[in-house]
């Protein structure tokens, strides 16, 4: 089949596929504190529906994908999906983000299933920051659920993604680049994007990776690059100067990678994204609900590709933010 191209002539390879809007977190960054209106079950993609979205992708050039919400360890029998998409012929990567407090539960179940790759979202090692950010003291438990996934080499590298968020983000800089050194995981810091339900998003309020590379430079010397390659990366990799952990920085807003991103999303109501701050969508559960064969959603996933935004626009005067929150696209 005709591999996915956008019409500025980028593949895509990377899917990101939310498979619930619901989240047992309250992030300042992304959702009020009473929480948002969550979709009713029908209105949600059935796992059914999202492996035969899948295979299709897969058959067009898609080799990754990643899965998100909301939270997506609150859905039930996450392992079972993990692995059926498992199965996929040609499908390289099947990774999923979480924030971690339910891992201690699943993480054994998770391996058992096959998932070889997970994102951990982190954004403060100290008790009373962390519950602040995340309206739930909850941080004891999230460790515990890293301290559990060691347990399963199989799922490697565990990733964990901090939100850089100026005056918030500065003083634990070096706190995570210890942890890098120390554990085997891979720190990356986010920046600050304007995804947030109250919509108090300012450019200022970005703490930059140029910014966060000079803190941890000024501690341990020059951080050596890490390069695969591959262009598509987002995150800026590095590591130490005697080699002992990574770090990673990822910048949308102060060094976009739109040139060379490779990346379709699909939000818990099947609405297909190809900018994460877009404004268009393709109703893919329709397409599917509508049709047994596959040709209709070929063509709808196909349209969508060939109408990819050229960038984000963030920081120009044209750009509008996006209607969705980023627990409703999904991360």
């Not at 002539?9 to 959702?31: A, L, P």
């Not at 993990?82 to 179940?109: D, F, W």
């Not at 909850?138 to 993604?161: C, F, M, R, T, W």
């Not at 890490?226 to 800026?236: F, H, L, N, V």
């Amino acid at each position: 089949m005709e591999l996915l191209v956008d019409s500025y002539g980028r593949r895509i390879k990377s899917m990101r596929i939310s498979i619930t809007d619901k989240c047992n977190f309250r992030c300042t960054y992304c959702m009020p504190a009473e929480g948002l209106p969550w979709l009713k079950k029908d209105e949600i993609l059935s796992y059914e529906e999202i492996v035969r979205i899948s295979q299709v992708s897969v058959g067009m050039g898609i080799e990754q994908i990643r899965l998100t919400g909301g939270e997506p360890l609150v859905r039930r029998d996450v392992p079972s999906l993990v692995q059926q998409l498992g199965q996929i012929e040609g499908l390289r990567s099947l990774s999923l983000t979480t924030n971690g407090i339910l891992l201690k539960q699943q993480a054994a179940a998770l391996a058992a299933a096959g998932l070889t790759r997970i994102n951990v979202s982190l954004d403060s090692l100290l008790r009373e920051k962390f519950a602040q950010l995340t309206r739930r003291d909850q941080l004891d438990h999230v460790l515990e659920g890293l301290a559990e996934l060691e347990k399963y080499p199989s799922i490697h590298p565990i990733k964990i993604n901090a939100v850089a968020m100026r005056g918030y983000s500065e003083e634990e800089v070096l706190s995570f680049a210890h942890l890098a050194r120390n554990k085997a995981y891979v720190v990356r810091w986010i920046e600050f994007m304007p995804l947030d339900a109250d919509q108090i998003w300012r450019k200022e309020d970005i703490l930059t990776g140029a910014e966060i590379k000079n803190i941890i430079e000024a501690e341990y010397g020059p951080l050596q690059q890490i390069t695969t390659g591959d262009p598509s990366e987002t995150a800026r990799r590095y590591t130490f100067s005697d080699g002992i952990g990574e770090v990673g920085f990822i910048n949308p807003v102060s060094e976009p990678f739109c040139s060379t991103c490779d990346r379709i999303r699909i939000t818990a109501d099947g609405q297909l994204r190809t900018c994460l701050f877009g404004t268009e969508e393709t109703d893919l559960r329709a397409v599917v609900r509508a049709h047994s064969n596959n040709e209709p959603l070929i063509q709808a996933i196909r349209q969508a590709v060939l109408n990819k935004e050229l960038k984000h626009y963030i920081g120009d005067k044209s750009f509008k933010r996006t209607n969705r929150t980023m627990s409703r696209i999904g991360g």
